[in-house]
């Protein structure tokens, strides 16, 4: 378990991190996300004792970071953006060298044979790191973080660099490891979070802006008075029969998917649901509805809303930022 009390980090007169606050248990995979310069690395660093904080506390499995070290971190494997290898030893020196600084006793030969399947290295282990490709070299990271099976994985961008296959693979085996570990995951690429994570924090300019799951955040963030729908039949009565609806205040015809299939963005007024009535005055009249679907909001469009305020690509945003 990791728990984070008003945790802050300052350089001079800059407060990189604010006084944040947020947990993950055992079993849970955390999503850590914030723009570039957010905090995120400073954070992280402060979790793994890396860095000391200049307030608050960060606990380990209930062990103070600051108080306790070395205690902290043998229950930490951590992967840094950029994997620390060794670039002249071969993966097998390299775990076995790991293996001996962390003083694992655990039997050693089953041990990293175990974490090189699990990661797919067995196969390049007597090779020197230095000539492996990018995507092995984090794996090589990756499993150096599993030597000693802490509780506690802390993953700075797992898959940069890996193909589409690799990505999976890894997205599977940190899915997998979350049912007994606590994992804190950071990562660029928002649907990889959104596939992996059971809850995401997210932080802008050193402060906590939001830390909940992905499907709650989307409700308190959505208006969920907008839908868009397909429907086929002819588009001005179709849009007559919506308009009609009491509750309604806009219908915007947005593009034609297929013959006679039209697709509306439907504005309702605020904390009304218009489904049914959609339903039934379309059924009354013998119009199919082949699609039907709320402003659930994607964690791509989460991240931009918590921290820009928008959704890219709004030209009226767009005009702005043009000024």
């Known amino acids: 378990m990791i728990e984070v009390k008003n945790l802050s980090k300052r350089y001079g007169n800059k407060l990189a991190v604010d006084n944040i606050s947020f947990k993950a248990?055992?079993?849970?995979?955390?999503?850590?996300?914030?723009?570039?310069?957010?905090?995120?690395?400073?954070?992280?660093?402060?979790?793994?004792?890396?860095?000391?904080?200049?307030?608050?506390?960060?606990?380990?499995?209930?062990i103070d970071v600051l108080e306790d070290p070395l205690g902290a971190k043998k229950d930490i494997g951590y992967l840094p953006e950029q994997p620390p290898l060794y670039l002249d030893m071969t993966v097998n020196e390299y775990l076995n060298f790991v293996y001996d600084l962390k003083r694992c006793k655990m039997p050693k030969r089953s041990h990293l044979g175990e974490i090189k399947t699990l990661t797919h290295i067995d196969e390049v282990e007597n090779r020197v790191i230095r000539n492996l490709s990018k995507g092995y070299k984090?794996?090589?990271?990756?499993?150096?973080?599993?030597?000693?099976?802490?509780?506690?994985?802390?993953?700075?961008?797992?898959?940069?660099?890996?193909?589409?296959?690799?990505?999976?693979?890894?997205?599977?085996?940190?899915?997998?490891?979350?049912r007994n570990h606590t994992v804190i995951l950071s990562s660029h690429i928002l649907p990889e979070v959104q596939a992996v994570c059971d809850r995401i924090v997210v932080i802008d300019k050193g402060k906590l802006i939001a830390n909940d799951t992905t499907e709650n955040l989307s409700r308190s963030l959505s208006a969920d008075h907008k839908l868009t729908v397909q429907i086929e039949g002819g588009e001005k009565e179709v849009?007559?029969?919506?308009?009609?609806?009491?509750?309604?205040?806009?219908?915007?015809?947005?593009?034609?998917?297929?013959?006679?299939?039209?697709?509306?963005?439907?504005?309702?007024?605020?904390?009304?649901?218009?489904?049914?009535?959609?339903?039934?005055?379309?059924?009354?009249?013998?119009?199919?509805?082949?699609?039907?679907?709320?402003?659930?909001?994607?964690?791509?469009?989460?991240?931009?809303?918590?921290?820009?305020?928008?959704?890219?690509?709004?030209?009226?945003?767009?005009?702005?930022?043009?000024?």
Do not use: W
């Open 138 to 178: 984090q794996r090589v990271g990756l499993a150096q973080a599993l030597v000693g099976n802490p509780n506690t994985l802390i993953l700075d961008e797992p898959t940069v660099g890996l193909d589409p296959k690799q990505i999976i693979e890894i997205r599977s085996l940190i899915k997998k490891l979350g």
């Open 239 to 323: 849009t007559e029969l919506l308009k009609q609806i009491p509750e309604m205040e806009e219908v915007h015809v947005c593009r034609e998917v297929e013959p006679r299939v039209f697709e509306y963005e439907l504005n309702a007024r605020e904390g009304a649901d218009v489904r049914r009535e959609v339903f039934k005055r379309m059924a009354a009249r013998n119009l199919p509805i082949l699609l039907m679907r709320g402003s659930e909001l994607t964690l791509e469009e989460i991240f931009l809303k918590l921290t820009t305020g928008d959704f890219y690509g709004n030209p009226e945003k767009e005009k702005e930022d043009d000024k």
């Open 25 to 62: 248990d055992e079993g849970e995979i955390l999503g850590f996300l914030g723009p570039n310069g957010a905090g995120k690395s400073t954070t992280m660093n402060m979790l793994t004792g890396y860095l000391s904080c200049s307030g608050g506390s960060a606990l380990i499995n209930g």
